[in-house]
């Protein structure tokens, strides 16, 4: 039986069957339903991922029509750690020239909205340069990141610390003033950045933190689409749903602890 090349969540290289194949789909696709209470997929996708995964070129691509338009988180950042050792412009420009990249984000390499913050008027001008250098839409990208605002990093008391002891309230409390701090943080630097040119503003791994971190994104969000309603906002996720860290944050009357991109 022919065998395909695959690999481990680790990322270490296996040989798996086309049935092995088809029964890891099946496996994922209805954990993952049951999950979100939401359908599995149809008999018709699972061989067309088969089909994928069963693939023998090393390149693939996808029909003329289907194409979708891609974005890079930390882009500027990521060139660099590959080795490749240039300035953040330089770096824009090789994803848009290079490797055609459909739009691009500058960034700092404190990439939280927190301490890019006091420096926000430094990387306007960057911001700038980089516009008149480049032609693709520009975002300028950070994480929301809330556990910068707690001990010894912010001025809140440690959730991680309270919790253990039994402190659940005051957990909760630190979690719910440092997400005020949090979107005004965001809306700060968002602002001059979009003032500067920007053409979109990116809320990159939102809910790292949990629910508190995934409300401040939300709310920072609604406070800019407020200010600048044609701001473009791109708001990545942290992971497939939502963690309860504090559990009883709510936004419009829904509860966000443990929940799922469709119902985002």
Do not use: W
């Not at 990141?145 to 309230?169: A, C, R, T, V, W």
Request: net charge negative; hydrophobic share 40%; proline share 5%.
């Amino acid at each position: 039986m022919a065998r395909y090349f695959s690999r481990m969540g680790g990322g270490s290289p296996i040989s798996v069957t086309k049935d092995e194949i088809m029964a890891d789909l099946i496996q994922g696709s209805e954990d993952a339903a049951d999950r979100a209470k939401v359908p599995a997929l149809s008999r018709d996708e699972y061989e067309h991922l088969l089909d994928i995964f069963c693939a023998r070129e090393k390149f693939m691509s996808v029909e003329a029509g289907k194409e979708v338009i891609l974005t890079y988180d930390a882009c500027t950042l990521k060139i660099r750690r590959a080795g490749v050792n240039v300035d953040r412009i330089q770096a824009l420009q090789i994803y848009e020239k290079l490797m055609g990249a459909d739009t691009m984000e500058l960034s700092h390499v404190d990439y939280s909205y927190k301490p890019i913050k006091p420096i926000a008027v430094s990387e306007q001008p960057v911001l700038e340069q980089a516009l008149l250098g480049t032609h693709i839409p520009l975002f300028y990208g950070a994480q929301p990141n809330l556990g910068l605002y707690s001990q010894p990093d912010g001025p809140f008391p440690n959730p991680m610390e309270l919790m253990p002891m039994g402190k659940i309230k005051e957990a909760q409390e630190s979690y719910e003033a440092s997400v005020e701090h949090l979107v005004k943080d965001i809306v700060y630097v968002a602002s001059l950045m979009y003032e500067s040119g920007a053409d979109g503003i990116n809320l990159d791994t939102s809910g790292a933190a949990g629910d508190a971190d995934f409300l401040g994104a939300l709310l920072a969000t609604e406070e800019l689409r407020d200010k600048y309603p044609e701001m473009c906002i791109e708001f990545g996720t942290a992971g497939e749903f939502v963690m309860g860290m504090h559990s009883e944050l709510e936004y419009k009357g829904h509860r966000l602890a443990g929940m799922y991109p469709h119902d985002q």
